[in-house]
């Protein structure tokens, strides 16, 4: 399998589709995002990943065979000249670590997802509303 390859598409906030027609599961990352039935909100999101990686070069970096023995899928680190995709995405909070799973970069991501949420990032943004308070008559 090859280690080369080009982003194409972000199918959802772990799942990577590539441009020789496969796809990936990058290692660490949920497959949800946190916006139970706000489809625009996970649209924007993904598309803040598009923007920045859509057609670029991307090395894969597979995962230990531990992790690819439950299923037929392929996990790995997608890294574009140097930068981490999927450490970019949890702390920019358009992503958040799947707990379950044990992997090398785990407690990194992790911490980049606590700043992230420290810093109301992306899927931790908290909607501010103003408090309303009656205008006083003259």
């Known amino acids: 399998i090859s280690s080369k390859d080009q982003v194409s598409d972000f199918q959802d906030s772990n799942t990577v589709s590539l441009g020789w027609g496969r796809s990936v599961n990058m290692i660490g990352l949920s497959e949800e995002i946190g916006f139970a039935g706000d489809s625009t909100k996970v649209q924007?999101?993904?598309d803040a990943?598009?923007?920045?990686y859509s057609d670029q070069s991307?090395?894969?970096e597979y995962a230990s065979?531990?992790?690819s023995d439950q299923s037929l899928d392929l996990f790995a680190y997608l890294m574009v000249d140097g930068e981490d995709i999927g450490a970019w995405m949890l702390a920019n909070g358009l992503a958040t670590v799947d707990e379950n799973v044990e992997h090398e970069r785990k407690q990194e991501y992790i911490?980049?997802?606590?700043?992230?949420?420290?810093?109301?990032?992306g899927l931790w943004k908290q909607v501010v509303r103003k408090r309303?308070?009656?205008v006083e008559a003259e």
């Open 44 to 46: 924007s999101m993904l």
């Open 111 to 121: 911490q980049l997802q606590q700043q992230a949420r420290d810093g109301q990032l």
């Open 65 to 67: 065979p531990e992790l």
């Open 132 to 134: 309303m308070t009656p």
């Open 58 to 60: 991307v090395t894969l």
């Open 49 to 52: 990943a598009r923007d920045r």
